[in-house]
């Protein structure tokens, strides 16, 4: 069992920046791939960005390309996702995910293959 925990979200001015946490409790965390998703209201939940579990390998969706930079530290059990020059369509509760299936392009965005979810952090960026 792997329990996730999200934290840093906040409310933050267009152009601004926040970097998100996901602390994960479970000795086998370091082996598992990770995802970060959002859902906005009245919108679905879609894909954000995710990493392997070296951290060597990532995928992020093209609406944060450049913008947004997922991290890990399995030393500490965390992975991050650095948010820079972030714009109003941004909020939203943004969630992390993991699985213990390896690292695959296209799978990795899907929702779907993550089996373990941390309960959301509120990002909110306006003036």
């Known amino acids: 069992q792997v329990q996730l925990v999200e934290s840093g979200g906040g409310l933050v001015q267009p152009g601004g920046s926040l970097r998100l946490s996901c602390a994960a409790s479970?000795?086998?965390?370091?082996?598992?791939?990770v995802g970060w998703f959002r859902q906005a209201p009245g919108k679905e939940r879609e894909f954000v960005a995710a990493?392997?579990?070296?951290?060597?390998?990532?995928n992020y969706a093209d609406s944060v390309k450049g913008r947004f930079t997922i991290s890990r530290d399995n030393a500490e059990n965390t992975v991050y996702l650095q948010m820079n020059s972030l714009k109003p369509d941004d909020t939203a509760v943004y969630y992390c995910?993991?699985?213990?299936?390896?690292?695959?392009?296209?799978?990795?965005?899907?929702?779907?293959?993550?089996?373990?979810w941390g309960q959301g952090t509120q990002v909110t960026v306006s003036s």
């Open positions: 479970g000795r086998t965390f370091n082996s598992y791939s």
């Open positions: 995910a993991a699985t213990p299936s390896p690292f695959r392009l296209g799978v990795a965005r899907v929702a779907g293959e993550y089996d373990y």
């Open positions: 990493v392997g579990w070296s951290g060597g390998r990532t």
